[in-house]
T-cell receptor, first 113, second 111 residues
Framework: ETGVTQTPRHLVMGMTNKKSLKCEQHLGHNAMYWYKQSAKKPLELMFVYNFKEQTENNSVPSRFSPECPNSSHLFLHLHTLQPEDSALYLC????????????FGPGTRLTVT | TQLLEQSPQFLSIQEGENLTVYCNSSSVFSSLQWYRQEPGEGPVLLVTVVTGGEVKKLKRLTFQFGDARKDSSLHITAAQPGDTGLYLCAGAQTGFQKLVFGTGTRLLVSP
């Protein structure tokens, strides 16, 4: 039991669609993260939020738009994606934003057609 | 960009065999973590090592942090099919609000 949930678990969307990924953590952590995991590539950090404030944007294209309304919830809004954006999107949380132990959700498997 | 190189990238072994996975970098880390990820799931934290030279054991898994805190190893004794998965090391550096993840080692243990 990770304490971090993600919905949906699977998503298929066209390049003109708009969709959102949701992450919720029940661990009382202060930091939340979005990662992208593609086949044969290392885990890529996308965004970091610490106490609801974005502290890291790892040169992510603007078609990915994060939102963190509070320390427990994190969203990733998607629009006009490309097929190469197909990947597993993982959310994580940690108590200590300075590289503390991270707890991951199960991920959303995204396919862009 | 700091990199953590893991070796081997892939490992396919029989049940009962021993194996070692390596995680190397030219950078110094304040701590290093190991995660295991099973298909269709997120990574799960296995252990954190903090002190140079530290050795931690988790049942059949032995983790070691290098003396200079630039590298780490994971040794599995008598591997079982349940050990199958993607093993990731991740390093934390003072002053950075993120982990640096390794390139991953995919392990398959066959019965």
């Amino acid at each position: 039991e990770t304490g971090v949930t993600q919905t949906p678990r699977h998503l298929v969307m066209g390049m003109t669609n708009k969709k959102s990924l949701k992450c919720e953590q029940h661990l009382g952590h202060n930091a939340m993260y979005w990662y992208k995991q593609s086949a044969k590539k290392p885990l890529e950090l996308m965004f970091v939020y610490n106490f609801k404030e974005q502290t890291e944007n790892n040169s992510v294209p603007s078609r990915f738009s994060p939102e963190c309304p509070n320390s427990s919830h994190l969203f990733l809004h998607l629009h006009t994606l490309q097929p190469e954006d197909s990947a597993l999107y993982l959310c994580a949380s940690s108590q200590d934003p300075t590289g503390g132990e991270q707890y991951f959700g199960p991920g959303t498997r995204l396919t862009v057609t | 960009t700091q990199l953590l190189e893991q070796s081997p990238q892939f490992l396919s072994i029989q049940e009962g065999e021993n194996l070692t996975v390596y995680c190397n970098s030219s950078s110094v880390f304040s701590s290093l973590q190991w995660y295991r990820q099973e298909p269709g799931e997120g990574p799960v934290l296995l252990v954190t090592v903090v002190t140079g030279g530290e050795v931690k054991k988790l049942k059949r898994l032995t983790f070691q942090f290098g003396d200079a805190r630039k590298d780490s190893s994971l040794h599995i004794t008598a591997a079982q099919p349940g050990d199958t998965g993607l093993y990731l090391c991740a390093g934390a550096q003072t002053g950075f609000q993120k982990l640096v993840f390794g390139t991953g080692t995919r392990l398959l243990v066959s019965p």
